[in-house]
């Protein structure tokens, strides 16, 4: 069975053709891989392809089937695309093109709220200031919009992703 | 005779003082806060004190919270490390009521050398070239002239009220004096309501370069040589290196030798650092002196083969120093790299989070400052700095490659490190080089924010090791049994039993 993988935002189809201990046979898009593959470390891959000696550390993201993966020089967002997270994406499309939250990209702590539920706010406001590791990041509006409301309070510490504040 | 420290710190630095006191047999007190029972620091000292919430102000910047610490553990000294208390003058007033050693500076040197006025003032006494310029206001248009004409182009005219590159205006030409007079001071009118500006001598390409030095009781005072902190982010040092690849020995001795009298303007006691600010043709002026062991001070270490904490512990002790200045030199070369929990690749948003796996570097000529661990949660409270890797070799391009094969070696997962950023600076021509001044980050930019063309079949790799993960994991949830009801082994042998009756 070929699963449908975002890497980068862009999607590949990948298969797994057949598996004997260690070596697997992949196809990507087509291309067949032929790769020596083992969990060394608890989320380190090395895998051999053509000799070659490849290490990759996988980060689990907090949302299941999302992966940031580090290679040598580079740093690649995956996504495993079955048909539960297609349905999920799609909602979560749904709720982005509206922009209905505001949340932080990463764990914080609530410095100040600058506005209340009600409140309308122009494009380039900021409504909330949050901080770690003793940096400042200011969350802006980007059109004119209505607090519908407020789900932190001021001092708060918040998880990554944590929707703070509700727009209408 | 101390014997037993407190150190009033968290993170790498407090563990690399505890190092220092466990070799000298000294008893080593940590102090944490709520987000710090689980931190290394805490688990290395042979005792530990609880002293309030997370918020460093509620607990690491409380001095009432960090005496009462060191009054319950009966500790003789304090070791302020740096940040938090370190350059805290009170602080330092404080120990000494309390008759408790303050591993540092006299509240005197600390507050002479940390308003910026009293410490121009001491220095211009003591000899030393501080930028030249005036600290009274620019009165006329005629005045502007002479006064820019006696300094010298280029000059950068800036409003007393400024801040953020607001009413600052860059004069290249005599032509341009009175222009520019004029919009720095109506754009320092309009952000500031006030349009009083002054003059300072403009130096177009700075290198910072610092001096470490050791004063005792006594007045013996020696430098320990220069360390090159050029390489800065958002004036965040971020690469240090020593000897300074600008460096000569006669600028260097003369140098060291207006660092020792800075020192010494400023009675000081213990281990400090004087920085300069440095142009291309090697004309020095005095910056700023921090009243502390400096982040970087490793590469000191290395290169002249002293350990700084235990010439700190002696000094507090009141012994001599330990060496002469003909007695130091500088042993090959040493490069530090800090390594932040900051996101490169996003505008170096801070990453705190739960350490999935390390692999720190090992081999010869490498040392590693640090303080975390497989499943150790970074706590969002504090700055963002994580370790240093500290490389040694015997020529700067041996050292170079080294800290290339050790940030190679170097694997953080769970939280985004600034590691990959690191491998590209060692890359980066201008830096191999040695030609490199603050403007470096900002001028290598591109260089420095490209990805990799050549990762080969990398891509392909990462997407192989995901979809394993994901089957694999799917495999494992399907072969999960259901637990079996759990039976006492008594009852089980019973029922055996009674059914072998029958």
């Known amino acids: 069975m070929a699963l449908e993988v975002n890497i980068d935002g862009k999607s590949v189809s990948v298969e797994l053709l057949s598996k004997e201990g260690n070596n697997h046979q992949i196809a990507i898009n087509g291309n067949i891989y032929e790769v020596d593959l083992v969990m060394v470390e608890k989320g380190v891959y090395s895998i051999l392809y053509k000799n070659k000696s490849y290490n990759l550390e996988l980060i689990r993201g907090k949302v299941p089937k999302t992966y940031t993966i580090n290679t040598l020089y580079n740093s690649y967002d995956v996504d495993i695309m079955d048909a539960e997270a297609k349905y999920l994406n799609n909602r979560k499309h749904d709720d982005i093109d509206d922009e209905a939250v505001i949340s932080s990209p990463m764990p914080g702590k609530i410095v100040k709220i600058m506005v209340k539920a009600g409140d309308k706010v122009k494009a380039g406001d900021t409504v909330i200031i949050v901080s770690a590791m003793k940096m400042e990041s200011e969350y802006k509006v980007k059109k004119d919009r209505i607090i519908k409301d407020v789900l932190i309070k001021n001092g708060d510490t918040i998880d990554g992703n944590q929707p703070l504040i509700s727009l209408e | ?502």
């Not at chain 2, 910072?208 to 958002?234: K, M, P, T, W, Y």
């Not at chain 2, 050549?454 to 394993?468: Q, S, V």
């Open chain 2, 1 to 502: 005779m101390i014997k037993k420290v407190l150190i009033a710190n968290r993170g790498e630095i407090a563990i690399r003082v505890m190092r220092t006191c466990r070799e000298m047999g000294i008893t080593s007190v940590a102090v944490y806060s709520d987000a710090d029972r689980n931190s290394m620091h805490v688990r290395y000292a042979d005792e530990a004190y609880h002293i309030g919430p997370s918020p460093s102000n509620e607990s690491y910047l409380h001095i009432d919270k960090i005496i009462d610490a060191a009054k319950k553990s009966k500790a003789d000294a304090i070791h302020p490390g740096y940040g938090f208390l370190s350059e805290n003058a009170e602080f330092s007033e404080r120990c000494k009521k309390e008759e408790i050693i303050f591993i540092g500076p006299s509240a005197f040197s600390i507050s002479t050398m940390g308003d910026k006025i009293t410490a121009r003032r001491t220095i211009l006494n003591a000899g030393v070239p501080v930028v030249p310029g005036t600290t009274d206001p620019i009165k006329s248009n005629d005045d502007a002239i002479e006064v820019i004409k006696e300094i010298g182009l280029p000059v950068m005219i800036k409003a007393t009220a400024g801040g953020g590159g607001k009413g600052m205006r860059l004069v290249q030409n005599e032509k341009d004096i009175l222009p520019l007079l004029r919009a720095a001071k109506s754009e320092a009118k309009a952000a500031f309501g006030n349009d009083i500006v002054y003059v300072e001598k403009y130096i177009s390409s700075p290198h910072h370069i610092e001096f470490q030095i050791l004063a005792d009781r006594h007045g013996n005072v020696i430098h320990l040589f220069e360390r090159e902190c050029s390489v800065q982010r958002r004036h965040q040092k971020v690469i240090e290196e020593t000897p300074s690849p600008l460096m000569n020995p006669a600028i260097r001795e003369e140098m060291g030798k207006h660092a020792i009298a800075v020192a010494r303007a400023a009675k000081y006691e213990g281990a400090g650092t004087i920085e300069f600010i440095v142009d291309d043709n090697l004309n020095y002026y005095f910056l700023e002196m921090n009243t502390r062991l400096q982040v970087e001070h490793p590469i000191t270490e290395r290169v002249v083969g002293i350990d700084l904490v235990k010439e700190q512990i002696n000094i507090a002790n009141g012994k001599k120093l330990t060496y002469t200045q003909d007695e130091l030199s500088q042993n090959g070369h040493a490069i530090e790299c800090r390594i932040y929990a900051e996101d490169p690749d996003n505008n170096f948003m801070p990453s705190p989070g739960l350490i999935q796996h390390i692999t720190e570097p090992l081999g010869f000529g490498v040392r590693h400052d640090g303080y975390i661990y497989e499943g150790y949660e970074i706590p969002l409270y504090y700055d963002p700095l994580i370790s240093k890797l500290i490389v040694w070799g015997k020529t700067r391009q041996e050292t170079i490659e080294r800290m290339k094969r050790a940030l190679y070696a170097y694997k953080i997962t769970g939280i985004k490190t600034t590691i990959k950023f690191l491998e590209r600076i060692m890359n980066a021509p201008d830096f191999v080089n040695g030609n490199y001044n603050t403007h470096f980050i900002e001028k290598n930019k591109k260089f420095l924010e490209e990805e990799d063309k050549n990762d080969g079949d990398g891509k392909a790799m990462a997407i192989i090791a995901a979809f394993i993960d994901y089957t694999n994991r799917l495999e494992q949830a399907h072969q999960k049994i259901p637990p079996r009801q759990k039976i006492s082994n008594w009852k089980s042998s019973g029922r055996k039993k009674s059914m072998l009756r029958l």
